[in-house]
């Protein structure tokens, strides 16, 4: 276990299909209240168990973490946190452009925005939200002014959908001097619709890439959770998230805590491990670290691997829960 992800909340100001589309979670959807979220000082608890046993590279997410009030305060503290070296926070970038100096001043060392396209007729379909384009493309210049380098943009493929945007984005990503990465769509919780039919392989964006913009890869397959792709003239490089067809279960070194304070193994899950009631009732450091190390120790998680008819019935959690 080497990398955590932190849900700091359930809620989102889009309605992306593939994650949470509108017809399922509406305006009377039941999201957490504020007293189930875990408290900054929570959160900053828990993260220095985890790091004291081994995690190096803490992700701050949702729901969309900047609507959590008052997250520089987070991360500032987090970042104090020793032995902690990497902290990042994935994005949908609506709220970026105010809030990226302060993210930088507070200590955030990355960031990683997601964008489906670059189409503004389309974008609005993605997100289902009436923010506009403008307003992520306005948010990802604010986090260049500030000073962050190596931003990721994160399209997530659908065939039909958005398979045309490939080429525009890799174009946008490569005079930006972002790193671009596709994520083959999954069947994360149970209401996107997934179908395996719908899947852009990772291997067909790398040869649509390729014809264009020549390139190599630098990393064998199943060793990392992205395959690394290199272009060639030296203008950056793609990495291709391919849960479906080229699974990374035996590698996998990531761990997730929900934003109610529960430990979850695998972006599948079907539950988590309750951490909130044990740090609420008392609990030392030492027996919250116990808690930790003893289910992580039984993890046996293999979903993508198993992935077919045997896992269509699953139950599982959804990934705004646990912050994708």
């Given at each position: 276990?080497?990398?955590?992800?932190?849900?700091?909340?359930?809620?989102?100001?889009?309605?992306?299909?593939?994650?949470?589309?509108?017809?399922?979670f509406?305006?009377?959807?039941?999201?957490?209240?504020r007293?189930?979220?875990?408290?900054?000082e929570?959160?900053?608890?828990?993260?220095?168990?985890?790091?004291?046993?081994?995690?190096?590279?803490?992700?701050?997410?949702?729901?969309?973490?900047?609507?959590?009030?008052?997250?520089?305060?987070?991360?500032?503290?987090?970042?104090?946190?020793?032995?902690?070296?990497d902290?990042?926070?994935?994005?949908?970038?609506s709220?970026?452009?105010s809030?990226?100096?302060?993210l930088?001043?507070?200590?955030?060392?990355?960031?990683?925005?997601?964008l489906?396209?670059?189409?503004?007729?389309?974008?609005?379909?993605?997100?289902?939200?009436?923010?506009?384009?403008?307003?992520?493309?306005?948010?990802l210049?604010?986090?260049?002014?500030?000073?962050?380098?190596?931003?990721?943009?994160?399209c997530?493929?659908?065939?039909?959908?958005?398979?045309?945007?490939?080429?525009?984005?890799?174009a946008?990503?490569?005079?930006?001097?972002?790193?671009?990465?596709?994520i083959?769509?999954?069947?994360?919780g149970?209401?996107?619709?997934w179908?395996?039919?719908s899947?852009?392989?990772?291997?067909?964006v790398?040869?649509r890439?390729?014809?264009?913009?020549?390139?190599?890869?630098?990393?064998?397959?199943?060793?990392?959770?992205?395959?690394?792709?290199?272009?060639?003239?030296?203008?950056?490089e793609?990495?291709?998230?391919?849960?479906?067809?080229?699974?990374?279960?035996?590698?996998?070194?990531?761990?997730?805590?929900?934003?109610?304070?529960?430990?979850?193994?695998?972006?599948?899950?079907?539950?988590?491990?309750?951490?909130?009631?044990?740090?609420?009732n008392?609990?030392?450091d030492?027996?919250?670290?116990?808690?930790?190390?003893?289910?992580?120790?039984?993890?046996?998680?293999?979903?993508?691997e198993?992935?077919g008819?045997?896992?269509?019935?699953?139950?599982?959690?959804?990934?705004?829960?646990?912050?994708?």
């Amino acid at each position: 276990m080497k990398a955590l992800r932190v849900s700091v909340t359930d809620r989102c100001n889009f309605r992306c299909p593939y994650c949470m589309p509108r017809e399922k979670f509406g305006a009377g959807f039941p999201f957490l209240e504020r007293k189930e979220i875990l408290s900054f000082e929570e959160i900053v608890r828990l993260v220095g168990i985890f790091v004291g046993l081994g995690v190096q590279k803490v992700r701050l997410t949702g729901g969309e973490p900047l609507l959590r009030k008052d997250l520089p305060a987070l991360v500032a503290a987090l970042a104090k946190l020793p032995g902690l070296r990497d902290l990042a926070l994935t994005s949908n970038g609506s709220m970026l452009a105010s809030l990226a100096e302060p993210l930088r001043a507070a200590g955030l060392h990355r960031l990683t925005v997601s964008l489906d396209s670059l189409d503004p007729v389309k974008f609005q379909t993605f997100s289902d939200s009436g923010i506009p384009l403008a307003q992520v493309l306005e948010g990802l210049q604010a986090a260049k002014a500030a000073g962050f380098t190596g931003i990721k943009l994160n399209c997530v493929l659908q065939r039909g959908a958005n398979e045309d945007d490939i080429l525009p984005l890799a174009a946008y990503a490569r005079e930006q001097g972002f790193t671009l990465r596709f994520i083959e769509f999954m069947d994360v919780g149970t209401g996107n619709g997934w179908q395996l039919g719908s899947v852009v392989p990772a291997l067909e964006v790398a040869e649509r890439l390729h014809r264009v913009w020549p390139m190599e890869r630098l990393s064998a397959p199943g060793t990392h959770v992205a395959q690394h792709w290199r272009y060639l003239d030296g203008q950056g490089e793609v990495g291709l998230i391919a849960s479906v067809t080229e699974p990374f279960c035996a590698t996998c070194d990531r761990a997730r805590l929900s934003a109610e304070g529960s430990l979850y193994t695998c972006l599948f899950a079907t539950q988590g491990t309750d951490l909130k009631t044990f740090l609420r009732n008392g609990a030392s450091d030492a027996e919250l670290a116990a808690l930790v190390t003893a289910r992580w120790s039984r993890r046996d998680d293999r979903y993508s691997e198993e992935r077919g008819e045997s896992t269509e019935k699953r139950p599982r959690v959804e990934m705004f829960h646990i912050g994708g």
